[in-house]
């Protein structure tokens, strides 16, 4: 067991677990938001889903796209898309012994832009407002892919 | 090496890895689902691959899309919006030291949900079987989340 | 911080995390083919987007779907249903201390087969292209994880 409980004193990767769970905790939040615009709009993908608000070949009516649904929904796989590859490209960073004040500064960067970035995308804000947040993140996994890539390299 | 062996030795990483591995393997599974049903509905999403059933401007018609298509593929994307989020806080809060039958807990009912959504998605059952299946599995990965970053936060 | 260094001293591990972050890097690429086909052909998705090619009610028009992006989309989608449990069983598989030679195999084949699925279904490739480099990543990762399961199960 001491190496375990050495890897969660290790301040690095304290710091990345906290960060990523935040900003994967803010991920699953999408879900939830979808569901209420779902829900409070009347706007549903299955048949099944409909039988809450009316019966018959009438809910059939709720088979049928929205703009604030779709809307949350690519925000919601654009989280997938920058979030996935910051859990990877992070997770073997953070092993790779970088200084914990260069790493804090990834990955501070990258939940503020995420986070930024959603806010973008739901209010919406005009552009280049979203964009700005998608590079700042982009940014980040690329710097962080750049300097493991440099310093451990074995192919 | 040492360190490596006590990992894997570690019940909470190995009871992970295996319920990880499991879960993952079930979401490939969509995949040929999906395959499945585009090969013997004849429904295609690329001109490309019409080639198999037929030549030329008839093969077009059978870029089109298909209920039970676009069924397997919303429950692909609702395992991928779950399942990157276990993977990530699971594996995190499998490093923090958790009470093994209170971490086994927690794998078992998210694997078991997920089974149960992809179950209630496909068939399809009424509601609310797949939002319970989905809710049980969102509160194991919120419960993960909470308890890691109560023991362990460092921002 | 032994127990760190001795991690990414381990051969199998550095290995998994060049390959990684490669597959990685490569599948992040997908979001700026799309953000140049979406520049380049004016097709838009949101309406704040549609601000800089022109204003008003002009702009909507820019709202709309083109097969190029389309394409696009389908192929990084494929690469995150693909990616995800290989970042998973692929960790997990490389901390279950695996021949050096095999786990190098796995790795190598993957990232070339998700490489070639790219190509093959950007260019488009004539099937069955696109179809094979699929099923040899898929088969990788299902070879990994049942050497994963066999060697280490812990339900």
Redesign the interface.
């Known amino acids: 067991?001491?190496?375990?409980?050495?890897?969660?004193e290790?301040?690095v990767?304290?710091?990345f677990?906290?960060?990523?769970?935040?900003v994967?905790?803010k991920?699953?939040l999408?879900?939830t938001i979808t569901a209420f615009y779902r829900m409070t709009r009347k706007v549903f993908?299955?048949?099944?889903?409909c039988?809450?608000v009316d019966k018959g070949e009438n809910a059939k009516k709720y088979l049928r796209t929205d703009d604030r649904v779709e809307?949350v929904r690519?925000a919601?796989l654009n989280d997938?898309?920058?979030?996935?590859?910051f859990?990877?490209?992070g997770?073997?960073y953070s092993?790779?012994?970088p200084d914990l004040s260069t790493a804090l500064l990834h990955f501070r960067l990258f939940v503020a832009a995420r986070i930024y970035h959603t806010i973008a995308?739901l209010t919406?804000?005009?552009?280049p407002n979203?964009a700005l947040a998608?590079f700042v993140g982009?940014g980040v996994?690329?710097s962080m892919?750049y300097r493991?890539?440099k310093s451990?390299?074995?192919?």
């Open positions: 067991m001491t190496d375990l409980r050495q890897l969660m290790n301040e990767f304290m710091a677990a906290s960060y990523t769970t935040i994967l905790s991920m699953m999408m879900s993908a299955n048949p099944e889903d039988a809450s809307r690519r919601h997938i898309e920058n979030i996935v590859p859990l990877g490209i997770l073997l092993l790779s012994e995308y919406p804000l005009p552009q979203r998608f982009f996994t690329f892919a493991l890539l451990k390299l074995y192919l």
